[in-house]
């Protein structure tokens, strides 16, 4: 099943070049961030 929440905060890491300024994108906190792209490398 693919994980839509973690795809968009990996996309949003690579188009804003850092966990921080894709967290703010997105409206949630880098770590936030951080545990969507760990769920995906799972």
């Known amino acids: 099943m693919l ?3 973690g795809l ?3 996309a ?3 188009r804003q070049g850092s966990f921080e ?3 703010g994108t997105l409206g949630v906190t880098p770590s936030a961030v951080s545990q ?3 769920a995906l490398e799972e």
């Open 36 to 38: 969507r792209v760990r």
């Open 8 to 10: 968009s905060a990996l």
């Open 12 to 14: 949003a890491v690579v």
């Open 3 to 5: 994980d839509y929440a």
């Open 21 to 23: 300024r894709a967290a």
